[in-house]
């Protein structure tokens, strides 16, 4: 079951807006990839992913650590990854998604870098540069789970608020 949505962001705080609705929604052992050239709005989508989570820390780019682990008041994870650094695949294997999974939820900057370890139910967004402040997002779920969290952006995007 793969369902898709297009929509075209006018600025980052619209694009932080729709992350907040869905960091609002996620649970542990949700998939979340992020396909897009660098200033496509990645980090600008995760930084409303952690505040909707209800992150305590705030979102910096994990370009040099790889995963960034943010926390939540009821000591829940949410797990930030940047694979834009990887250059192997034995490197990209020991970065142990099912784990990071099992014990919360997990976002992925350059997933295409991990080809092959992605699991195949996730919600994959593409973010691509259209303008200045313009950036086309197209989301694709994979699995009944991810057409949930698909619903629940559809609902922040014709809800408007
Ligand atoms: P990435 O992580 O994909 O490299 P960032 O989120 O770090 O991208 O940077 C995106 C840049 O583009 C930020 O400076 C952000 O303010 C800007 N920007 C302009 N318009 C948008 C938009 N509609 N959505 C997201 N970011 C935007
Ligand atoms: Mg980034």
């Known amino acids: 079951m793969i369902n898709t949505l297009d929509f075209l962001s006018r600025s980052p705080e619209q694009t932080r807006h729709i992350g907040m609705r869905l960091g609002g929604a996620l ?61 192997s695949t034995p490197e990209a294997e020991q970065l142990d998604l099912d784990s990071m999974l099992a014990d919360g939820a997990l976002v992925i900057e350059w997933p295409e870098r991990m080809d092959g370890l992605i699991p195949a139910e996730r919600l994959w967004v593409n973010l691509e540069h259209i303008a200045d402040e313009e950036r086309e997002m197209k989301f694709k779920a994979s699995g009944k789970r991810y057409n949930e969290l698909l619903d629940v952006i559809r609902h922040a995007i014709v809800g408007g608020d």
């Open 27 to 87: 649970q542990a052992g949700d998939l979340i990839c992020l396909q897009g050239d660098l200033g496509a709005g990645k980090t600008t989508f995760v930084q409303g992913i952690a505040q909707g989570w209800g992150s305590l820390d705030s979102v910096s780019s994990p370009t040099f650590i790889l995963v960034n682990i943010y926390r939540r008041a009821d000591r829940s994870q949410l797990f930030h990854m940047d694979a834009y650094r990887l250059d």
